[in-house]
């Protein structure tokens, strides 16, 4: 038998802006539990979370971790993740296996962007949520100030539960208004005395207990009869309807701490174990098919993987939740998306680092397996002959993109192989080996994401890479007709090549009709892999260019779209017609209608009035009201064209239609500005014509570039 039941297992996932001290509340925690004889500290880069070398030379959660502790006859595994947007692919996939989440706010800096940020997740995911004003010991905390910005931020469904007697540097007792309790500190934190609440606080407390229970109250019909019967809920009934308020996302408590002291850790995992969601309390999971899995140690065996890491000498653990049944060690289960049978040889619960061996994990628990052949990320595992696959992870869309390079020649594949690694690590990396620009694009979240690349590439992989700016795709396209007679003539020893096309090309758009003046004999259609299209006409009368040479004309044509005259990028939208040539009875071969077709393309092209085209992105940042006038002047010194600005809350969004070429330092200005309070998302919109001072740039670039590379 599993060491914990489905019903004594919590699954909580820590979250926060950066710094508000999820990592250290998570040293608590442990420490309170006992798994700790000593908590460790972020200044000292002792903590059981941030053990990873990356996180302590920076002092800052990178990636999330998986803890956990035993309290009180419960298992609660512990989450922590990082605060930074940047690793937000972190934080989403640990909020997939959570049951609860607790969301820590700075008493000092109030609700910060990072917790607005993870806050939409949590809606999406329908976590129960707990919030926790941490460090109200700091001189500057301000806990009525946060709890106020919290209610605006996120509702009046934030309830007190604690509140300090006082705050700053005598922050040493909490009143606990759903027990009526204060809990007094000593100044090393830990297990606190609890003591009657004093007269003087008496007042408030008694009116935070009503607010509470009413809260509690008008979120359960039944409960609500009660309290108007008896005027109050005792401890039980307070415990079930706050538990069925916080599954419903209709009551988030609140509780007050301050981690670095340890003082209000215990309270909170009283909390946890008494009144927080076991997963089998939780609602069943939705299969892709639409059909319910229940949280059930007796039901079908099913896992889901929602994180990956390869470690030295170990090579890759993959970490998952039993969502149904049973999990042994030696256990075979069928990956649904690939159809390999997976045999899970070991399995293992985590502390950080630290793996140790379990033979049997029951459904709702959380733990981890090595070596499994060829499952990744978002994979559904099941006992065989079952048809189970569980929704996958929806990871946020990249907001940075740079071109990487090897530093050392002949280190491509070693680099190539470290990409495809980094991949299956973080499903928030995409990797682009774009044949157009001949680059390899990496698109990630940002510029600390970037680094944090930058050093697995280098210290774990051993790869020495250099990050350069992507260039842009540009198209190419003509706006008046032009006609070019072309005549390649070539005579060596024994038999030549000739061949002589007459070509008119012109702008072309849906429903055009067909060129005037012409006989139009054929026309052939072409969607271009890269937007727009190729439309060709044979218009050759009289036999001047025997229809087998066709065919090598529009390869040659074909040919130079690939690489356009103007910027060498592709070229779209264009009506090629081929009215009259010559060729020769020996000397006219296909390769010599090529060069003809390409050469009389090639001239026409540059005097049919040519203009390059650039990408446009639809933008929308999200920003807070008082930073909407910067954002939007920031915005306009790009070329941007503002479409319009939505209230969102507390927050504007400001939509705006971007020149890609303008969007490649975006990210790290947003933050600059915005002091990290705002974040933005874009997508392709189309392609439209640049500015002639640009146009005339491009092509001195392209021209400049040529010369240096004959």
């Not at 908590?39 to 956990?68: A, C, M, P």
């Not at 209000?264 to 008494?274: A, L, P, V």
């Not at 040919?559 to 081929?578: A, C, F, I, N, Q």
């Not at 992105?617 to 915005?635: F, N, R, W």
Request: proline content about 4%; charged content about 25%; aromatic content about 8%.
């Amino acid at each position: 038998m599993p060491e914990f039941d489905t019903s004594h297992v919590k699954n909580i996932v820590l979250l926060g802006h950066a710094g508000s001290g999820k990592t250290t509340l998570a040293e608590c925690m442990l420490f309170e539990a006992g798994i700790l004889t000593r908590r460790g500290s972020i200044s000292e880069r002792n903590t059981t979370g941030d053990y990873h070398e990356l996180e302590q030379e920076r002092t800052s959660t990178v990636f999330s971790k998986l803890l956990h502790s035993k309290w009180r006859g419960y298992k609660i595994n512990i989450l922590d993740t990082p605060g930074y947007d940047d690793f937000t692919g972190e934080v989403v996939s640990a909020l997939r296996v959570a049951d609860t989440g607790i969301m820590l706010l700075n008493a000092v800096n109030g609700v910060e962007v990072g917790t607005d940020i993870i806050w939409s997740y949590t809606e999406a995911f329908k976590t129960p949520m707990i919030f926790a004003v941490n460090k109200l010991d700091d001189d500057n905390a301000d806990f009525d100030a946060t709890v106020e910005e919290a209610k605006m931020h996120f509702g009046q469904k934030v309830v007190v539960v604690q509140y300090p007697q006082q705050v700053g540097v005598g922050f040493h007792a909490i009143i606990d208004v759903l027990r009526m309790t204060m809990y007094k500190f000593k100044d090393a934190g830990g297990k606190p005395e609890k003591l009657p609440i004093p007269d003087e606080e008496k007042e408030r407390a008694d009116m935070l207990h009503r607010e509470l229970v009413e809260a509690v109250a008008s979120n359960d019909e039944s409960l609500m009869e009660k309290y108007f019967d008896k005027g109050e809920l005792d401890e039980d009934e307070m415990k079930e309807g706050m538990k069925r308020a916080m599954i419903n996302h209709d009551l988030f408590p609140l509780f007050c701490l301050s981690a670095e002291r340890n003082m209000g850790s215990g309270r909170i995992m009283g909390f946890i174990d008494n009144v927080c969601p076991s997963a089998n309390e939780m609602p069943p999971q939705r299969t892709r098919s639409g059909a319910e899995l229940s949280c059930d140690a007796s039901g079908p065996a099913c896992i889901f993987v929602y994180k990956t890491v390869t470690e030295p000498h170990v090579g890759e653990l993959s970490f998952f939740k039993v969502y149904s049944g049973t999990i042994r060690s030696g256990m075979e289960l069928v990956n649904e998306s690939t159809g390999v049978s997976e045999k899970l040889n070991q399995l293992f619960v985590v502390e950080g680092n630290k793996r140790s061996n379990v033979n049997e994990l029951a459904a709702g628990d959380i733990g981890a397996t090595l070596k499994l052949k060829n499952t990744h990320v978002n994979n559904t595992l099941h006992e065989k002959g079952k048809n189970i696959e569980l929704e996958p992870i929806v990871f946020p869309g990249s907001n940075m993109s740079m071109a990487i390079e090897s530093l050392k020649k002949g280190e491509e594949e070693k680099l190539s192989i470290a990409l495809h690694q980094l991949l299956e690590e973080d499903p928030t990396v995409h990797i682009e080996f774009s044949q157009e620009l001949k680059q390899t694009i990496i698109h990630c979240m940002g510029e600390l994401h970037l680094s944090v690349i930058r050093w697995k590439l280098e210290h774990v992989h051993g790869v020495e890479v250099k990050f350069v700016r992507p260039r842009i795709p540009y198209r190419e396209t003509i706006r008046k007709m032009a006609e070019s007679t072309y005549r390649h003539k070539k005579q060596s020893g024994g038999a030549g090549q000739f061949g002589e096309v007459y070509m008119r090309i012109e702008p072309w758009h849906e429903g055009m009709p067909d060129p005037k003046g012409l006989n139009v004999r054929a026309r052939e259609e072409f969607p271009l892999d890269w937007g727009g299209k190729l439309v060709f006409y044979n218009c050759i009368v009289g036999g001047a260019i025997d229809t087998r040479f066709l065919p090598s004309i529009l390869k040659g044509v074909m040919e130079k779209m690939h690489e356009g005259p103007l910027t060498g990028s592709y070229v779209r939208d264009v009506r090629v017609s081929v009215y009259d040539g010559k060729m020769h009875p020996v000397d006219s071969n296909d390769i010599s209608f090529k060069i003809a077709g390409l050469m009389a393309f090639k001239q026409a092209f540059q005097e049919a009035d040519p203009q390059i085209l650039e990408p446009i992105y639809h933008v929308e940042v999200l920003c807070p009201d008082d930073l909407t006038g910067s954002v939007i002047g920031d915005l306009q010194t790009r070329r941007a064209i503002v479409e319009g600005m939505d209230a969102e809350g507390h927050f504007t969004k400001v939509i705006a239609n971007v020149p890609l070429s303008e969007m490649h330092d975006y990210s790290s200005s947003l933050r600059s500005i915005t002091q990290g309070r705002a974040k933005f998302g874009m997508k392709f919109k189309e392609y439209q014509t640049v500015p002639f001072e640009i146009q005339k740039k491009l092509q001195e670039d392209y021209m400049k570039l040529a010369k240096e590379e004959v």
